[in-house]
Protein backbone atom coordinates (compact mmCIF):
# COMPACT_ATOMS: atom_id res chain seq x y z
CA UNK A 1 0.00 0.00 0.00
CA UNK A 2 1.65 3.12 -0.74
CA UNK A 3 2.54 5.89 0.98
CA UNK A 4 0.27 8.91 1.09
CA UNK A 5 0.45 12.50 2.45
CA UNK A 6 -2.57 14.35 3.98
CA UNK A 7 -5.33 16.65 1.48
CA UNK A 8 -7.83 19.14 2.32
CA UNK A 9 -9.83 15.94 2.92
CA UNK A 10 -9.82 12.35 3.70
CA UNK A 11 -7.99 10.84 1.49
CA UNK A 12 -8.91 6.99 0.40
CA UNK A 13 -6.28 4.58 -1.01
CA UNK A 14 -7.53 0.74 -1.72
CA UNK A 15 -5.36 -2.58 -1.34
CA UNK A 16 -4.95 -3.60 -5.00
CA UNK A 17 -4.49 -7.71 -3.57
CA UNK A 18 -7.42 -8.07 -1.72
CA UNK A 19 -10.98 -6.36 -2.48
CA UNK A 20 -12.36 -3.84 0.20
CA UNK A 21 -9.48 -3.23 2.08
CA UNK A 22 -8.78 0.48 2.32
CA UNK A 23 -6.60 3.16 4.59
CA UNK A 24 -8.06 6.36 4.93
CA UNK A 25 -6.08 9.75 5.12
CA UNK A 26 -7.34 12.93 7.09
CA UNK A 27 -6.34 16.05 6.89
CA UNK A 28 -5.05 15.87 10.27
CA UNK A 29 -2.75 13.05 9.46
CA UNK A 30 -4.87 10.13 10.90
CA UNK A 31 -4.75 6.86 9.50
CA UNK A 32 -7.40 4.40 9.27
CA UNK A 33 -6.78 0.71 8.21
CA UNK A 34 -10.50 -0.85 7.33
CA UNK A 35 -12.18 -3.48 5.44
CA UNK A 36 -15.58 -2.46 3.18
CA UNK A 37 -18.13 -5.29 2.53
CA UNK A 38 -21.60 -5.60 1.92
CA UNK A 39 -23.39 -8.43 4.01
CA UNK A 40 -25.82 -10.91 3.25
CA UNK A 41 -28.77 -8.45 3.07
CA UNK A 42 -26.50 -5.92 1.29
CA UNK A 43 -25.95 -3.46 3.56
CA UNK A 44 -22.71 -2.06 3.12
CA UNK A 45 -20.96 -2.35 6.70
CA UNK A 46 -17.33 -1.65 7.72
CA UNK A 47 -14.62 -3.25 9.98
CA UNK A 48 -12.25 -1.13 11.22
CA UNK A 49 -8.85 -2.19 12.94
CA UNK A 50 -7.55 -1.02 16.03
CA UNK A 51 -4.65 1.76 15.70
CA UNK A 52 -1.80 -0.08 16.69
CA UNK A 53 -2.50 -2.71 14.13
CA UNK A 54 0.50 -3.07 11.27
CA UNK A 55 -0.55 -2.62 7.50
CA UNK A 56 0.87 -6.39 7.45
CA UNK A 57 -1.86 -7.46 9.87
CA UNK A 58 -4.64 -5.45 9.14
CA UNK A 59 -4.44 -7.57 5.49
CA UNK A 60 -4.26 -10.78 7.18
CA UNK A 61 -7.34 -9.52 9.18
CA UNK A 62 -9.05 -8.10 5.92
CA UNK A 63 -8.28 -11.38 3.61
CA UNK A 64 -10.03 -13.67 6.56
CA UNK A 65 -13.15 -11.27 6.63
CA UNK A 66 -13.32 -11.74 2.80
CA UNK A 67 -13.14 -15.20 3.09
CA UNK A 68 -16.23 -15.14 5.59
CA UNK A 69 -18.40 -12.71 3.38
CA UNK A 70 -17.80 -15.45 0.53
CA UNK A 71 -19.16 -17.78 2.57
CA UNK A 72 -22.20 -15.70 3.75
CA UNK A 73 -20.83 -14.92 7.39
CA UNK A 74 -20.71 -11.70 8.35
CA UNK A 75 -16.91 -10.71 9.73
CA UNK A 76 -19.05 -8.56 12.76
CA UNK A 77 -21.36 -11.12 13.88
CA UNK A 78 -19.08 -11.76 17.06
CA UNK A 79 -18.80 -8.20 17.73
CA UNK A 80 -22.51 -7.24 16.62
CA UNK A 81 -22.92 -10.67 19.41
CA UNK A 82 -21.14 -9.09 22.11
CA UNK A 83 -23.08 -5.89 21.60
CA UNK A 84 -26.53 -6.99 21.98
CA UNK A 85 -26.09 -9.58 24.72
CA UNK A 86 -26.27 -8.59 28.17
CA UNK A 87 -24.48 -8.92 31.39
CA UNK A 88 -24.66 -11.32 33.67
CA UNK A 89 -26.32 -8.75 36.51
CA UNK A 90 -28.51 -7.45 33.41
CA UNK A 91 -29.45 -10.93 32.36
CA UNK A 92 -29.87 -12.67 35.99
CA UNK A 93 -32.70 -9.59 36.58
CA UNK A 94 -34.25 -11.08 33.03
CA UNK A 95 -34.30 -14.49 34.79
CA UNK A 96 -35.78 -12.97 37.95
CA UNK A 97 -38.42 -11.98 35.74
CA UNK A 98 -39.63 -14.07 33.94
CA UNK A 99 -38.59 -17.48 34.91
CA UNK A 100 -37.93 -17.71 39.04
CA UNK A 101 -41.61 -16.63 39.69
CA UNK A 102 -43.30 -18.80 37.55
CA UNK A 103 -41.37 -21.95 37.47
CA UNK A 104 -40.01 -22.22 40.69
CA UNK A 105 -41.58 -22.83 44.53
CA UNK A 106 -40.75 -19.69 46.82
CA UNK A 107 -38.03 -20.55 48.92
CA UNK A 108 -36.24 -21.99 45.95
CA UNK A 109 -36.62 -18.87 44.37
CA UNK A 110 -35.29 -16.97 47.35
CA UNK A 111 -32.34 -19.40 47.44
CA UNK A 112 -31.61 -18.50 44.28
CA UNK A 113 -31.92 -14.83 44.57
CA UNK A 114 -29.31 -14.72 47.52
CA UNK A 115 -26.90 -17.11 46.04
CA UNK A 116 -26.42 -14.48 43.39
CA UNK A 117 -25.83 -11.32 45.74
CA UNK A 118 -23.73 -13.20 48.05
CA UNK A 119 -21.81 -15.34 45.89
CA UNK A 120 -21.32 -14.44 41.99
CA UNK A 121 -18.37 -11.45 42.21
CA UNK A 122 -19.33 -8.11 40.90
CA UNK A 123 -16.32 -8.30 38.09
CA UNK A 124 -18.46 -11.30 37.04
CA UNK A 125 -21.71 -9.80 37.28
CA UNK A 126 -20.42 -6.81 34.78
CA UNK A 127 -19.24 -9.73 32.16
CA UNK A 128 -20.92 -10.28 29.49
CA UNK A 129 -22.78 -13.50 28.87
CA UNK A 130 -21.08 -14.34 25.51
CA UNK A 131 -17.61 -13.93 27.82
CA UNK A 132 -18.25 -15.87 30.52
CA UNK A 133 -15.85 -18.73 30.40
CA UNK A 134 -15.66 -22.02 32.23
CA UNK A 135 -12.30 -20.74 34.01
CA UNK A 136 -14.72 -18.41 35.41
CA UNK A 137 -16.75 -20.67 36.95
CA UNK A 138 -13.69 -23.21 37.90
CA UNK A 139 -12.69 -19.78 39.58
CA UNK A 140 -15.72 -19.28 41.29
CA UNK A 141 -15.97 -22.87 42.30
CA UNK A 142 -12.50 -22.89 43.71
CA UNK A 143 -13.36 -19.79 45.74
CA UNK A 144 -15.90 -21.48 47.62
CA UNK A 145 -13.73 -24.38 48.55
CA UNK A 146 -14.18 -23.82 52.12
CA UNK A 147 -17.84 -24.41 51.58
CA UNK A 148 -18.14 -27.26 49.46
CA UNK A 149 -22.01 -27.86 49.68
CA UNK A 150 -22.48 -24.57 49.25
CA UNK A 151 -20.09 -24.26 46.33
CA UNK A 152 -22.31 -27.29 44.48
CA UNK A 153 -25.39 -25.71 44.86
CA UNK A 154 -24.27 -22.40 43.34
CA UNK A 155 -22.37 -24.36 40.47
CA UNK A 156 -26.34 -26.09 40.26
CA UNK A 157 -28.25 -22.99 39.75
CA UNK A 158 -25.68 -20.97 37.31
CA UNK A 159 -26.34 -24.16 35.39
CA UNK A 160 -29.84 -23.51 35.49
CA UNK A 161 -29.71 -20.21 34.69
CA UNK A 162 -27.07 -20.44 31.48
CA UNK A 163 -29.38 -23.03 30.57
CA UNK A 164 -32.25 -21.06 30.35
CA UNK A 165 -30.79 -17.71 28.78
CA UNK A 166 -29.50 -20.42 26.22
CA UNK A 167 -32.94 -21.79 25.65
CA UNK A 168 -36.43 -20.08 26.40
CA UNK A 169 -34.82 -16.92 27.41
CA UNK A 170 -32.81 -16.41 24.49
CA UNK A 171 -30.10 -13.97 25.74
CA UNK A 172 -27.52 -16.33 24.50
CA UNK A 173 -27.38 -17.64 20.89
CA UNK A 174 -28.71 -21.53 20.58
CA UNK A 175 -25.41 -22.77 19.95
CA UNK A 176 -23.65 -21.54 23.23
CA UNK A 177 -21.69 -23.56 25.35
CA UNK A 178 -22.78 -23.36 28.77
CA UNK A 179 -19.96 -22.42 30.56
CA UNK A 180 -21.10 -24.84 34.01
CA UNK A 181 -20.58 -28.08 31.47
CA UNK A 182 -17.42 -30.34 32.83
CA UNK A 183 -16.78 -28.04 35.87
CA UNK A 184 -16.86 -30.62 38.56
CA UNK A 185 -18.54 -30.47 42.11
CA UNK A 186 -17.06 -31.47 45.07
CA UNK A 187 -17.70 -34.40 46.48
CA UNK A 188 -20.77 -35.00 48.46
CA UNK A 189 -20.75 -36.03 51.84
CA UNK A 190 -24.31 -36.78 53.14
CA UNK A 191 -24.30 -36.12 56.42
CA UNK A 192 -26.53 -38.62 58.68
CA UNK A 193 -27.61 -37.66 62.54
CA UNK A 194 -29.39 -39.89 64.98
CA UNK A 195 -29.61 -38.62 69.18
CA UNK A 196 -27.78 -40.42 71.14
CA UNK A 197 -30.44 -41.65 74.63
CA UNK A 198 -28.74 -38.83 76.69
CA UNK A 199 -28.21 -35.85 74.00
CA UNK A 200 -32.13 -36.19 73.49
CA UNK A 201 -32.81 -36.05 76.65
CA UNK A 202 -30.57 -32.82 76.79
CA UNK A 203 -32.94 -31.72 73.69
CA UNK A 204 -36.08 -32.33 75.38
CA UNK A 205 -35.30 -30.82 78.77
CA UNK A 206 -34.08 -27.52 76.78
CA UNK A 207 -37.07 -27.44 74.94
CA UNK A 208 -39.03 -27.54 78.21
CA UNK A 209 -36.89 -24.51 79.41
CA UNK A 210 -37.22 -22.81 76.22
CA UNK A 211 -41.10 -22.89 76.20
CA UNK A 212 -40.72 -20.27 79.65
CA UNK A 213 -38.84 -17.75 77.91
CA UNK A 214 -39.26 -18.14 73.47
CA UNK A 215 -42.44 -17.96 71.55
CA UNK A 216 -44.41 -21.35 72.52
CA UNK A 217 -45.65 -21.43 68.86
CA UNK A 218 -41.67 -21.68 67.63
CA UNK A 219 -41.23 -24.77 70.08
CA UNK A 220 -43.96 -26.21 69.40
CA UNK A 221 -42.60 -26.39 65.62
CA UNK A 222 -39.33 -28.01 66.66
CA UNK A 223 -41.20 -30.57 68.27
CA UNK A 224 -43.38 -31.35 65.01
CA UNK A 225 -39.72 -31.19 63.19
CA UNK A 226 -38.91 -33.96 65.85
CA UNK A 227 -41.73 -35.82 65.43
CA UNK A 228 -42.67 -36.09 62.21
CA UNK A 229 -39.74 -35.45 60.25
CA UNK A 230 -40.93 -32.91 57.81
CA UNK A 231 -38.62 -30.18 56.41
CA UNK A 232 -38.36 -26.85 57.90
CA UNK A 233 -39.96 -24.59 55.68
CA UNK A 234 -42.88 -27.46 55.27
CA UNK A 235 -43.31 -26.88 58.99
CA UNK A 236 -42.57 -23.22 59.50
CA UNK A 237 -45.60 -22.32 56.85
CA UNK A 238 -47.55 -25.23 57.58
CA UNK A 239 -51.64 -24.10 57.42
CA UNK A 240 -54.63 -25.35 59.18
CA UNK A 241 -56.22 -26.21 56.06
CA UNK A 242 -53.52 -28.43 55.18
CA UNK A 243 -54.29 -30.40 58.87
CA UNK A 244 -56.06 -33.35 58.92
CA UNK A 245 -56.52 -34.83 62.53
CA UNK A 246 -59.27 -36.90 62.09
CA UNK A 247 -57.14 -38.96 59.16
CA UNK A 248 -54.05 -38.33 60.92
CA UNK A 249 -52.61 -36.85 57.90
CA UNK A 250 -50.95 -33.61 56.82
CA UNK A 251 -51.46 -32.66 53.41
CA UNK A 252 -49.15 -30.42 51.70
CA UNK A 253 -50.50 -28.56 49.26
CA UNK A 254 -46.76 -28.13 48.18
CA UNK A 255 -42.95 -29.69 48.86
CA UNK A 256 -39.44 -30.39 48.19
CA UNK A 257 -41.32 -33.15 45.75
CA UNK A 258 -44.33 -31.30 45.53
CA UNK A 259 -47.69 -32.17 46.73
CA UNK A 260 -47.35 -35.04 49.62
CA UNK A 261 -49.62 -36.36 52.36
CA UNK A 262 -47.19 -36.46 55.34
CA UNK A 263 -48.88 -39.78 57.99
CA UNK A 264 -49.02 -38.17 61.88
CA UNK A 265 -47.69 -40.78 64.81
CA UNK A 266 -49.47 -40.23 67.92
CA UNK A 267 -46.68 -37.73 69.27
CA UNK A 268 -47.31 -35.35 66.20
CA UNK A 269 -51.01 -35.92 66.64
CA UNK A 270 -50.95 -34.51 70.31
CA UNK A 271 -48.42 -31.65 69.23
CA UNK A 272 -51.23 -30.37 66.54
CA UNK A 273 -54.37 -31.44 68.88
CA UNK A 274 -52.77 -28.96 71.75
CA UNK A 275 -52.21 -26.30 69.76
CA UNK A 276 -55.81 -26.41 67.57
CA UNK A 277 -57.39 -25.92 70.91
CA UNK A 278 -55.24 -22.75 71.25
CA UNK A 279 -56.62 -21.70 67.64
CA UNK A 280 -59.58 -19.81 69.31
CA UNK A 281 -56.97 -17.64 71.63
CA UNK A 282 -54.69 -17.28 68.65
CA UNK A 283 -56.63 -17.15 65.82
CA UNK A 284 -54.34 -17.89 62.43
CA UNK A 285 -54.33 -19.76 59.15
CA UNK A 286 -50.65 -20.81 59.99
CA UNK A 287 -50.29 -23.40 62.15
CA UNK A 288 -47.26 -21.49 63.68
CA UNK A 289 -48.19 -17.69 63.72
CA UNK A 290 -45.23 -14.58 64.22
CA UNK A 291 -45.97 -13.60 67.34
CA UNK A 292 -46.04 -10.05 66.06
CA UNK A 293 -48.87 -10.40 62.92
CA UNK A 294 -50.77 -13.50 63.22
CA UNK A 295 -51.84 -13.71 59.62
CA UNK A 296 -47.95 -14.63 58.80
CA UNK A 297 -45.95 -17.39 59.68
CA UNK A 298 -43.55 -17.37 62.64
CA UNK A 299 -40.62 -15.36 62.12
CA UNK A 300 -37.19 -15.60 63.90
CA UNK A 301 -37.39 -19.05 64.17
CA UNK A 302 -33.43 -19.19 63.39
CA UNK A 303 -32.62 -17.41 66.52
CA UNK A 304 -34.87 -19.50 69.10
CA UNK A 305 -33.16 -22.24 67.07
CA UNK A 306 -29.73 -21.36 68.12
CA UNK A 307 -30.89 -20.60 71.55
CA UNK A 308 -32.37 -24.47 72.12
CA UNK A 309 -29.00 -25.78 70.68
CA UNK A 310 -26.70 -23.90 72.97
CA UNK A 311 -28.66 -25.02 75.83
CA UNK A 312 -28.75 -28.36 74.85
CA UNK A 313 -25.10 -28.59 74.77
CA UNK A 314 -25.59 -29.13 70.40
CA UNK A 315 -24.03 -26.06 69.47
CA UNK A 316 -23.40 -27.82 65.58
CA UNK A 317 -26.83 -29.31 65.48
CA UNK A 318 -29.24 -28.39 62.66
CA UNK A 319 -32.27 -27.85 62.11
CA UNK A 320 -32.16 -30.64 59.40
CA UNK A 321 -31.16 -33.06 61.44
CA UNK A 322 -34.11 -33.73 63.29
CA UNK A 323 -35.16 -34.82 59.50
CA UNK A 324 -32.25 -37.05 59.43
CA UNK A 325 -33.07 -38.57 63.18
CA UNK A 326 -36.43 -39.20 62.47
CA UNK A 327 -35.45 -41.32 59.51
CA UNK A 328 -32.82 -43.16 61.63
CA UNK A 329 -35.44 -43.57 64.40
CA UNK A 330 -37.64 -44.89 61.21
CA UNK A 331 -35.35 -47.31 59.83
CA UNK A 332 -34.83 -49.23 63.27
CA UNK A 333 -37.91 -48.79 64.30
CA UNK A 334 -39.80 -50.13 60.76
CA UNK A 335 -37.13 -52.09 59.27
CA UNK A 336 -38.73 -50.93 56.46
CA UNK A 337 -37.10 -48.99 53.66
CA UNK A 338 -40.25 -48.32 52.07
CA UNK A 339 -41.79 -47.00 55.22
CA UNK A 340 -39.11 -44.45 55.58
CA UNK A 341 -39.42 -43.38 52.37
CA UNK A 342 -43.08 -43.34 52.51
CA UNK A 343 -42.62 -41.57 56.05
CA UNK A 344 -40.12 -39.00 54.96
CA UNK A 345 -41.45 -38.07 51.48
CA UNK A 346 -38.35 -38.93 49.22
CA UNK A 347 -38.90 -39.24 45.64
CA UNK A 348 -36.10 -42.01 43.63
CA UNK A 349 -36.69 -43.48 40.24
CA UNK A 350 -37.91 -47.24 40.78
CA UNK A 351 -39.33 -47.07 44.06
CA UNK A 352 -41.76 -43.61 43.90
CA UNK A 353 -45.06 -45.48 42.97
CA UNK A 354 -44.30 -48.27 45.49
CA UNK A 355 -44.09 -46.14 48.77
CA UNK A 356 -46.58 -43.63 47.25
CA UNK A 357 -49.30 -46.01 46.65
CA UNK A 358 -49.28 -48.01 50.38
CA UNK A 359 -52.22 -48.14 51.82
CA UNK A 360 -52.50 -45.74 54.77
CA UNK A 361 -52.61 -48.06 57.73
CA UNK A 362 -48.77 -49.44 57.60
CA UNK A 363 -47.59 -45.57 57.54
CA UNK A 364 -49.53 -44.52 60.11
CA UNK A 365 -48.40 -47.49 61.92
CA UNK A 366 -45.12 -46.56 61.40
CA UNK A 367 -45.24 -43.31 62.53
CA UNK A 368 -46.53 -44.21 65.26
CA UNK A 369 -43.62 -46.63 65.73
CA UNK A 370 -41.21 -43.98 65.30
CA UNK A 371 -42.53 -41.31 67.53
CA UNK A 372 -42.88 -43.94 70.35
CA UNK A 373 -39.41 -44.87 70.15
CA UNK A 374 -38.60 -40.88 70.25
CA UNK A 375 -40.75 -40.21 72.87
CA UNK A 376 -38.81 -43.14 75.06
CA UNK A 377 -35.66 -42.03 74.44
CA UNK A 378 -36.40 -38.34 75.87
CA UNK A 379 -37.91 -40.21 78.97
CA UNK A 380 -35.65 -38.92 82.16
CA UNK A 381 -36.33 -42.60 83.29
CA UNK A 382 -33.84 -43.81 80.17
CA UNK A 383 -31.05 -41.74 81.04
CA UNK A 384 -28.47 -43.54 82.78
CA UNK A 385 -26.87 -40.92 85.55
CA UNK A 386 -23.51 -41.67 86.84
CA UNK A 387 -21.98 -41.07 89.92
CA UNK A 388 -25.20 -39.75 91.28
CA UNK A 389 -25.43 -36.65 88.76
Known amino acids: ?79 DRLEKTPTLAQAFETFDREYIPTEL ?47 NNVLRFLSTFFNWCIGDGGLLYEKAANPTKGVKRYPDRKRSFVFESEELFRFAQALDEAEKTEWPFAISAVRLLLMSGMRKQEVLRLTWAEVDLQNRRIRLKTSKTGKRDVPLGSGAIRILQDL ?32 IRIAAGLPNLRVHDLRHNFGGFGA ?22 RYMTLAETPL ?26
Not at 42 to 53: A, E, I, N
Not at 124 to 133: A, G, I
Not at 332 to 353: E, F, N, P, W, Y
Open 105 to 151: RASTASEYRRMFRRYIPKRLQDKRLCQVERRDIVELMRSLRGRPMQA
Open 332 to 353: AATRSAVHVKGLLGHTQIGTTD
Open 276 to 307: HAKRSAFPSEYVFPSPRDRRKPIIGFQKIWHR
Open 1 to 79: MQEINPGASDVYVSDDAISGFRLKVTPKGKRVLFFQYRDADGRQRKLTFPPTTSVREARRLANAAGVKCDAGIDPQADK
Open 364 to 389: TQAADSVTEAIAAQMAPSNVVRIGGR
